[in-house]
């Protein structure tokens, strides 16, 4: 009897949201916000910028329920002091709390139109949609709760639990934040983190379902729920079960230690980005002798930043993957880093008078026997399973990775390629500059198959220096080689000029890498911002421009990457293609001029094949015969040309990923270089290159979600109120 009194209950309070405006508004506000904050705020459809991770959605909920919740708690007021209700106080708040849980999760749910369409532009990670998913229902009923328990505490006005609650929900959602403005100590700061209702969906947002987390919401929801039905008994005026809130405090706390201790952290993303792989427990099974890890990691960096407890989490639960692995924590002290050459990082911190700049350190030392390697900083743990792996092989092969970076175009590897060589010391590699001069022959000659050889162009060699790089790759040295049969003069004007006497082609040739005399041009392409018009009427056009070929992930670019005037290569032999183009590329063929081979103003040039008078077809831009690797652009990690195609606020390194994965898997590291794109994770927009097409997906993506959906809703509240105005008339 009382599980049907219950639920009808239940049934009233839901029938009373449903026939009620404030719903409605609540659903179209929840929708309208969060879509506009993914969609418009986080930039989504700008090129270079969008991206897939649905993270900011999620994370938008939170926002909108500062007022969306006290809203909807405020209409099912009269149920919560209905004293006439054949229900007990437990029942009743547990059914009202249920019933505007149900109206907070409805546009929830209905927000799942988002990420289907995000999945026309680019990937959607469904385990980290799931994740977010639950965390987002878990707060829900976590913020229910609560503003419910706000309410019962005022039963004589209503205006005053509205307000509070909205001013209480915003506290506890973003309290963790504090430290950011003002100073406290690390209990505090600590018992903040704990409180907060935002802090504790962090995880949830990135696809990791911890069950510290789930049981916080649930704890804190019947820790809520027990509150309202004390509040009130005291209101009627009954004994107040003190024993009982007594034992159930108890066993919330008890409940929430031995949670803290014993866990479980599953990794719902589809790369598993923040767990071990099976990589990283076959390295850790060679291990003769024990690893020691120790994390450095500054106070103010863990009270700011949580994403640095994944990072110590992931340190944990790394070193429980072999018994000769052992992890400490430490507080960062300055003095003692400085000894081992780590240098702090500046981070702004207010305060109550003032703004300062403090140093912060968030550094791991590996050590193993009577060596040591060091991660200088780490925030985060998108690159750290990489990090440790290839340190830990080093550390337990002896092998360093040594490569011989030669500019064989005449230019400076300093100035024009200047990324190139600390990007490979960043990633683990021990780089050298090869200078083009009269000694090249004799190094390159001393060059074992335990060295690698980049060589950036080769138009500027001599026969005696290609003949030299023709010998070391037959002797199994490892190379990639990025050149082809025309050169463009980058800082002036992008005309392609022919390379005359190119002695390295021939020998490339002969091991299986043929070029075409023409351009690759494509429909997946780079598009140009660039100044149209003269004088009042000048003013910036987006061009798309086919002769940078923005390459679609693969699997050798899991997140695609730029070409800039490619040649096509033909690979026979045993050679086997490594990129390419889409089906709708097509070919510029070289001309009879030799001052102007080909068109190249971006204006002027044909935008498809059918403009062009060419034929569509899908063509190699990269290939590899396992040793060496062609790409046939020697500009695709000139610093320049990085600068190009890389946005504001971030530098596009989908190229320099390229090299680095190439030269590990040349070398026989496929499974280190597949950690490297494990880390990488592909969030652009790819799926839709063609501008028009584009344009069509996002109207259609802005109407149903800000359109469509919403207009669902208000459509369902007028023929709601219609049918509710027809019932009163015919009563009457």
């Known amino acids: 009897m009382a599980r049907s009194s219950s639920f ?36 989504f459809f700008v090129d270079g910028i969008g991206s897939t991770d649905l993270r900011p959605l999620f994370q938008s909920v939170p926002y909108v329920s500062i007022v969306t919740v006290p809203l909807l708690v405020f209409r099912l007021r009269s149920f919560v002091f209905d004293d006439s209700l054949p229900v007990s106080p437990t029942a009743r708040f547990c059914s009202v709390s249920l019933s505007a849980f149900s109206a907070f999760a409805l546009p929830v749910l209905a927000l799942s139109a988002v990420p289907a369409f995000v999945y026309n532009f680019g990937d959607v990670d469904g385990g980290q949609v799931f994740a977010g998913v639950v965390g987002v229902l878990l ?55 704990k409180i907060s209702f935002a802090w504790h969906f962090d995880s949830f947002g990135k696809g990791i379902v911890d069950s510290r987390d789930i049981a916080f919401y649930i704890l804190a929801s019947l820790l809520f729920v027990l509150l309202s039905v004390l509040s ?66 500054s106070r103010e960096l863990k009270d700011l930043y949580p994403q640095s407890s994944d990072v110590a989490e992931y340190l944990q639960d ?59 900083f780490i925030l985060s743990t998108e690159t750290l399973e990489y990090d440790l792996a290839q340190r830990i092989q080093q550390l337990v092969t002896e ?29 683990g590699f021990m780089p050298e500059i090869l200078e083009l001069d009269d000694s090249l022959v004799s190094k390159i000659d001393f060059l074992s198959a335990d060295d690698e050889l980049v060589v950036l162009g ?41 390379n005359k006497g190119d002695t390295m082609l021939p020998f490339l040739n ?62 026979y032999n045993d050679v086997r293609p490594l990129l390419e183009t889409t089906d709708y590329a097509w070919l510029q063929k070289e001309s009879d001029s030799d001052e102007l081979p080909f068109l190249t103003d971006a204006f002027n040039i044909p935008k498809t094949a059918a403009a062009s008078d060419a034929e569509n077809g899908k063509y190699v831009l990269a290939a590899t015969n396992g040793k060496v ?39 026989g590291d496929s499974k280190i270089a597949e950690l490297m794109e494990k880390s990488r994770t592909v969030k652009s927009l790819y799926k839709i290159s063609d501008s028009s097409e584009f344009v069509s997906e996002m109207t259609r993506c802005v109407a149903v979600n800000f359109v469509l959906i919403p207009l669902i809703f208000v459509s369902a509240f007028v023929f709601v109120f219609i049918k509710r105005n027809r019932k009163v008339k015919n009563e009457k």
Request: proline share 4%.
């Open 139 to 193: 707060y829900g009923l976590c913020a229910v709760s609560f503003v419910a328990l706000l309410f019962s505490a005022f039963p004589e006005s209503s205006a005053v639990p509205l307000l509070l609650s909205m001013l209480s929900l915003a506290v506890v959602d973003f309290v963790h934040l504090v430290p950011l403005y003002l100073k406290v100590g690390p209990v505090l700061t600590f018992l903040l983190q």
């Open 510 to 571: 002969s091991l299986g890498f043929a070029f075409g005399r023409s351009l690759v041009e494509d429909i997946s392409c780079f598009p140009l911002s660039m100044m149209s018009g003269e004088g009042e009427t000048a003013e910036y056009v987006s061009i798309n421009y086919p002769l940078w070929v923005s390459l679609l992930p693969q699997d050798a670019a899991k997140q695609g990457m730029t070409l800039f005037w490619p040649s096509p290569i033909f690979p």
């Open 232 to 297: 009130e008994y005291k209101r009627t005026g009954r004994k107040v079960p003190r024993l009982t809130f007594f034992l159930f405090v108890v066993v919330a706390v008890f409940s929430s230690l031995s949670f803290d201790r014993i866990y479980f952290r599953a990794d719902l993303t589809k790369a598993r980005q923040f767990s071990a792989s099976d990589t990283s427990r076959s390295l850790l099974e060679n291990l003769d002798s024990t690893l020691r890890i120790t994390y450095y990691r």
């Open 8 to 43: 009808s209950l239940y049934k009233s309070a839901s029938f009373a949201l449903a026939i009620d405006a404030l719903f409605y508004a609540a659903s179209v506000l929840t929708l309208v916000f969060c879509s506009f904050r993914f969609f418009f705020a986080q930039k």
């Open 458 to 498: 080769t138009s500027a060699l001599s026969y005696e220096q290609s003949s030299a790089l023709d010998s070391a790759f037959k002797r199994g040295v490892p190379a990639l080689v990025a050149t082809s049969p025309y050169s463009v003069p980058i800082e002036n004007e992008w005309k392609v000029s022919k």
């Open 629 to 667: 690797t062609v790409v046939s652009d020697q500009y695709f990690v000139h610093s320049m040309m990085t600068g190009f195609i890389s946005g504001q606020n971030s530098v596009d390194l989908r190229n320099f990923d390229f090299l680095c994965s190439q030269l590990l898997r040349l070398r």
């Open 399 to 427: 092998n360093p990775r040594r490569v011989l970076v030669l500019a064989g175009n005449g230019r400076s590897v300093q100035e024009s390629y200047g990324d190139v060589v600390p990007f490979l010391a960043s990633r």
């Open 318 to 376: 790394f070193a429980r993957l072999s018994s000769n692995v052992t992890f400490e924590l430490e507080s960062a002290d300055a003095e003692k880093l400085s000894r081992l050459k780590i240098q702090g990082r500046q981070i702004q911190v207010n305060s109550k008078t003032k703004m300062e700049f403090v140093s912060v350190y968030s550094a791991v030392v590996l050590q193993y026997l009577d060596k040591q390697t060091i991660i200088p």
